[in-house]
């Protein structure tokens, strides 16, 4: 079974930065599109921003402008930047295919308060 270990998150103010990083296999990353995808408390988990084939980037547009998915090969991993950071942006955040497995990391917690 595929896994995905995230990590990166923290507790941070609106206006700071973050970069989540996600580790996976390097099967999924040269198969597959990746994406990264939020649960805000109460919330359903949403998709924020999805990495394809040929590098071409899409976001929800809460996030556009402030977020950039990448991925490094190499490192068998995905990144999240994650700049201007709102309060609204606090989830737990989790990569996956995309479209997603039906099996999830941990997650890693982001908050952002003052």
């Known amino acids: 079974q595929v896994q995905f270990v995230e990590s990166g998150g923290g507790l941070v103010q609106p206006g700071e930065s973050l970069r989540l990083s996600c580790a996976t296999s390097?099967?999924?990353?040269?198969?597959?599109?990746m994406g990264w995808y939020r649960q805000a408390p109460g919330k359903q988990r949403t998709l924020v921003a999805v990495?394809?084939?040929?590098?071409?980037?899409v976001y929800t547009d809460s996030v556009k402008g402030r977020f950039t998915i990448s991925r490094d090969n190499a490192k068998n991993t995905v990144y999240l930047q994650m700049n201007s950071l709102k309060p609204e942006d606090t989830a737990v955040y989790y990569c996956?295919?995309?479209?997603?497995?039906?099996?999830w990391g941990q997650g890693t917690q982001v908050t952002v308060s003052s």
């Open positions: 390097g099967s999924i990353l040269a198969l597959y599109a």
């Open positions: 990495y394809r084939s040929g590098s071409s980037t």
């Open positions: 996956n295919r995309y479209p997603a497995f039906d099996y």
